[in-house]
């Protein structure tokens, strides 16, 4: 009897809705609430975030310059085979888009972004558009008037550089960031070995990330693994020389490494003094500064991490492996690193993103051949305004540093990430 | 400790480790305690020895121009950011750790990702983003995306304290007859204070300690405490910087010892419900 009842009828809620429609309805309303509370922040990320960062995204492919200012010229070029002058209408296009933009004062603009692909293009374009309108003598067509003017219009490459950029995103700046370049078959190909520069930046900024990091790991392990075995009052006490620093001013730490480290510094004055150098060695302004000011930022990274592992570990597994014979050393490798592996490696590669992405101590004490992308990204975009080059550097950066975190996540979970 | 019965080698092997380690910490403090003596030298110069000591550079701390209008604006922007970062951070603390939904790993993922993304591409990015808005240049536009950088500490600290947040003691404040708002002011946020205000601590010192953005988005009026820091030791570094840096130490000293006091409470919260 009863069971028939449980198995027939539903279970209701007191207006007689059935119960799970009840508890899912409930659910719903404890994720909505839930959600509206997390909107405003996501709204406002949304725009101080999440929007600026896809602002620069674009920004790497966008190119508005030689559509917009040759806009005909780009349109009459849509058929040309790339090979062969173009035809005599495009001269007539290119001649009233000059005209066009000499009186709106725009030549500027796309004169320097074709001469960004080939030099010397920025003053022809300036010097055809002063002398435009072009006046062809009888029986001369406008093409001709335009090679008798300046003969690089008769030359094609110079054609296939306005055609590349007859349309509003271009490749050419996540190419040039990574010292790629369009061949003459439209495949991209490496730039001449001279022209190199940007490959040995990312190379230099995963290099010196991963020096940093391996010293970080060298200082911060076993410092982590000693106030984990101190007693809790002395540790605590010493915890405080690792977290005193970690809360300083990143500004005050590296000016405080140029007074330490300058050839007139304590540290060279000791050196000098204890007769282990007979002259000052150059450790500001060069990679050693660089590493040790980083090393000294970077450190706490790896050793707060690390010593929360460790003090989860129970020290009796270690003193089990010694008292089962095991020498000290060897239970120490076998059974007390195995442990820390996970929560180290995952102070660690905190340590290489933040590296990567490190400008200020390299801007401050490096000389240029320390500086890392991140130094390029603002270069281009406070020094030579080039803000397609400044984007495309960034982008690459922010995927290197995104596929990282991703990795990251997967190791520790951005639910379980905690601060000290 | 080293027990009694330890061999010569035990015994060599203690000692080079904790000397080693010893070594690290002095690593740690040494530029700290290096740079604070130099602020009392009456020399022009930022080097040792003190030949004479004098608080000229305190005096120009405080009273030039450049320095006074810079902490003036570090003391404008920071608390603004902090204050926006932990309202919305903790209410999205508190939205996060009450339901389950799908998609929380991802919002959660990108609700911290500001910590992440290196500071120049948020800094060029907002450039980018806010000069045409005409949002560069003045206060406003530093704040929203100091604001934005100190999010994740928030919505991390908070978080972690709701992780041990009893449920059951919002049901018995509403089942005495409180309402929600009552609930949460008299029940929830006493007992999650501490977290909040630690992620406000770690939210404010983010933005006092931030050059990049800054570098980007402020202009000559909006020169804040490190940002004159940075241009100070590219440009000349005087002793000024020594008294800046001092000062800055002992504030920083302040926020540890807060934030310590804050942790022994959360603490004793924590043991006391159990």
Known sequence: MSESFSMNTPLTAADGVPLKTRLQQQRRMRQLKALLLVLPLALFLLLTFLVPIATLLTRSVDNPEVVSVLRETTQALKPWDGKSLPAVAVYDALSRDLQRAQAEKTVPDAAKRLNMEQSGFRSLLQKTARKIPLAPEAGQSTRDAFIALDERWGDVSHWQVIARNGSSWTPYYLMSSLDLRQGADGKPELVPEDERAFLSIFGR???????????????GYPLAYWLATLPTRKSNLLMILVLLPFWTSVLVRVASWIVLLQSEGLVNGALLWLGIVDAPLELAFNRT?????????????????????????????MRAAISLGDHPFAAFWKIYFPQTIAGVAAGALLVFIMCIGYYITPALLGSPQEQMVSYYVAFYTNVTINWGMAAALGSLLLLATLLLYGLYSRLVGANRLSLG | MLPSYASPV??????????FNILVLVFLVSPLLAIIPLSFSADSFLVYPIKELSLRWYEEFFTSGEWTRALMNSFIVAPAATLIATALGTLAAVGLTSSEFPGKSLIMSILISPMVVPVVIVGVGAYLFMAPLGLTNNYFGLILVHAALGVPFVVITVSATLKGFNVNLMKASANLGAGPLTTFRRVVMPLIAPGVISGALFAFATSFDEVVVTLFLAGPEQVTLPRQMFSGIKENISPAIAAAATVLILFSIALLLTLEWLRGRAERIRTLQR
């Open chain 1, 205 to 219: 900024t995963l290099w010196m990330s991963f020096w940093v990091t391996v010293w970080c790991l060298a200082l």
């Open chain 1, 289 to 317: 500064g660089v590493y040790i000011a980083m090393v000294h930022i970077l450190l706490p990274f790896v050793i707060l991490p690390a010593y929360s592992v460790m003090k989860s570990i129970p020290p009796s597994y």
């Open chain 2, 10 to 19: 035990e015994r060599v092997w203690f000692y080079l480790f904790r000397g």
